[in-house]
């Protein structure tokens, strides 16, 4: 009889146990999800996802270069600017426009020996990159990468041909000529002008060894639309891989004032497709997904 009652005794704690620990395995499992703060950052996270399980909730997931992670900010910028279309937005946002310039860090570009680099306002070169095939453009000492040296003697010759000459101004600079170019610049005309024209030292597209200011017959660059032979020199250039880099009427896009004379190499495929789609190269790269 005692040792029934022992037995019952002992039964009954191991059943409570084996009880105890299966509420304990649910509780655990379950406690983690009743835990979650519900935060700005949670409740956008479960924003997020049901936009995406539900297209109709979403109007921007339908375009190619929509980024998921940038759906809130889709959002807000499209609250500012009501009248753009849903490709803009996408597009801006994308850019990293939907901030005033210079506003964040920089994001520091990972690949700058790529021919295509998008070197703006918002990607910064690292800071002692340097390209390592700068070779002579023009007998002043201006240097380009190899490849773009190549095309713009091609272009030369075709703008001879066409009955005028051009010269590359100002083409490769280091980050710190750069500097140097910017204060100078910044202190005889502030910030804001200068950001218009200047780019800040490690954002030039002068120091990829890819870009170049150009003149005509020998007039200063910066009257080189001023030439007659401005429309022949502006059709030669996608044949040879060059795009005008700050197109008139795209400043809120490039940050940067319209040059007529700053050309940038990117190659001849690239070029025909920018041109053909009537967009800067911001634009291009930001709807290509890169
Ligand atoms: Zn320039």
Same mark, same amino acid.
């Given at each position: ?9 002992? /039964?009954? *704690? @191991? =059943? ?6 299966i509420? #304990? ?15 700005? $950052? ?5 924003? !997020?996802?049901?936009?995406?399980? $539900?297209?109709? %909730?979403? &109007?921007?997931?339908h375009? =190619? ?5 940038n759906?809130?900010?889709y ?10 279309? *849903?490709?803009?937005? *996408? !597009? ?6 939907d ?9 520091i570009?990972?690949n700058?020996?790529?021919? $295509?680099?998008?070197?703006? %306002?918002?990607?910064? +070169?690292?800071?002692?990159? %340097?390209?390592?095939d700068?070779? #002579? ?11 773009a040296?190549? #095309?713009?003697?091609?272009l ?7 009955g ?6 100002s083409?490769?600079?280091?980050? %710190? ?8 610049? +910044? #202190?005889?005309? /502030?910030?804001?002008? !200068? ?32 030439? &007659?032979?401005?429309? !022949?020199?502006?059709?030669? +250039?996608?044949n040879?891989?060059? *795009? ?6 795209? &400043?809120h896009?490039? /940050?940067?004032?319209?040059?007529a ?12 497709? @920018? ?11 930001a709807?290509?997904?890169?």
């Amino acid at each position: 009889m005692k040792l029934r009652i022992q037995a019952v005794f002992i /039964g009954s *704690i @191991v =059943v409570l146990s084996v009880v105890w620990i299966i509420s #304990a395995f649910f509780h655990s499992v379950q406690a983690p999800i009743e835990d979650v703060p519900k935060t700005v $950052d949670s409740n956008l996270q479960a924003d !997020t996802n049901m936009d995406e399980e $539900d297209p109709l %909730k979403n &109007e921007f997931s339908h375009i =190619v270069y929509y980024d998921k992670q940038n759906l809130t900010r889709y959002k807000t910028y499209q609250k500012g600017n009501p009248a753009l279309s *849903i490709e803009d937005i *996408i !597009t801006h946002v994308n850019m990293g426009i939907d901030a005033p310039f210079y506003s964040k860090d920089p994001i520091i570009i990972e690949n700058p020996d790529r021919i $295509d680099v998008l070197v703006n %306002k918002i990607y910064k +070169l690292p800071e002692s990159w %340097k390209p390592s095939d700068l070779v #002579a453009v023009e007998s002043g000492g201006q240097q380009m990468r190899s490849e773009a040296a190549q #095309a713009f003697q091609l272009l030369k010759e075709d703008c001879k041909v066409a009955g005028f000459n051009i010269i590359a101004h100002s083409a490769y600079r280091s980050t %710190k000529s750069q500097k140097h170019f910017y204060d100078n610049m +910044l #202190a005889i005309n /502030g910030e804001e002008y !200068t950001d218009k024209y200047m780019a800040r030292p490690g954002h030039s597209e002068h120091t990829t060894g890819l870009a170049a200011d150009i003149s005509i017959n020998g007039a200063h660059y910066t009257k080189i639309e001023n030439s &007659e032979h401005y429309p !022949t020199f502006y059709a030669l +250039l996608e044949n040879h891989g060059f *795009i005008v880099r700050y197109p008139q009427g795209k &400043e809120h896009l490039t /940050g940067y004032a319209y040059e007529a004379w700053h050309i940038r190499y990117i190659g001849k495929d690239l070029a025909k497709q @920018v041109n053909a789609l009537g967009i800067t190269y911001d634009e291009y790269v930001a709807r290509k997904g890169e």
